[in-house]
């Protein structure tokens, strides 16, 4: 159904903007992505946080986290995986309240994007710094967009 007004409403554009500039840019309307900058929150059982995360043009993505140890960046990679869909993997590292590394998180989320606003969930795996599976947890990830520009560390 959504597949069905979209196209509707693209068609209607389409030929709206056909019309009046004869080009051909309506076709956009549809195909949303997530470059840019993103602000939100990590929901995850017992606990929620504030995020940011970036997706660049290139595929690239990261996370920016704030704890009482500092701001701490991750990277991974996004991809299109519908036309308001997407699906994004990022390596966390984990740091004691010291700051000493204790193994990372493999995040693996999938989204719905809706304008200028994306949800995901998806679990996360834990891993020691032998790379030994520690446990999982399933997150949720509301955002909304705060720039259309991504960050540096995700082009």
Same mark, same amino acid.
């Given at each position: 159904?959504?597949?069905?007004?979209?196209?509707?409403?693209t &068609?209607?554009?389409?030929?709206?903007v056909?019309?009046? *500039?004869?080009?051909?840019?309506?076709?956009?309307?549809?195909n949303?992505?997530?470059?840019?900058?993103?602000?939100? $929150?990590? *929901?995850?059982?017992? &606990?929620?946080?504030?995020?940011?995360?970036?997706?660049?043009?290139?595929?690239?993505?990261?996370?920016? $986290?704030?704890? &009482? /140890?500092?701001?701490?960046?991750?990277?991974?990679?996004?991809?299109?995986?519908?036309?308001?869909?997407?699906n994004?993997?990022?390596?966390?590292?984990? *740091?004691?309240?010291?700051?000493?590394? *204790?193994?990372w998180?493999?995040?693996n989320?999938?989204?719905?994007?809706?304008?200028t %606003?994306?949800? /995901?969930?998806?679990?996360?795996?834990?891993? %020691?710094?032998?790379?030994?599976?520690?446990?999982?947890?399933?997150?949720?990830?509301?955002?909304?967009?705060?720039?259309?520009?991504?960050?540096?560390c995700?082009?």
């Open positions: 159904m959504k597949t069905r007004l979209c196209l509707t409403l &068609a209607a554009a389409l030929m709206s056909v019309a009046t *500039t004869g080009t051909a840019g309506a076709a956009q309307l549809c949303l992505t997530p470059v840019g900058t993103w602000s939100g $929150t990590v *929901t995850r059982p017992g &606990a929620s946080d504030q995020i940011q995360l970036s997706f660049g043009k290139s595929g690239r993505a990261c996370l920016i $986290t704030t704890s &009482a /140890s500092g701001t701490a960046t991750s990277t991974g990679t996004w991809s299109q995986s519908g036309s308001q869909q997407f994004y993997k990022i390596k966390e590292s984990l *740091t004691d309240e010291n700051g000493t590394a *204790t193994g998180i493999q995040i989320q999938d989204a719905v994007q809706q304008g %606003d994306f949800s /995901s969930s998806g679990t996360s795996r834990i891993y %020691d710094l032998d790379g030994n599976l520690q446990g999982s947890v399933t997150s949720h990830v509301t955002a909304t967009r705060t720039s259309s520009t991504a960050l540096p995700a082009t």
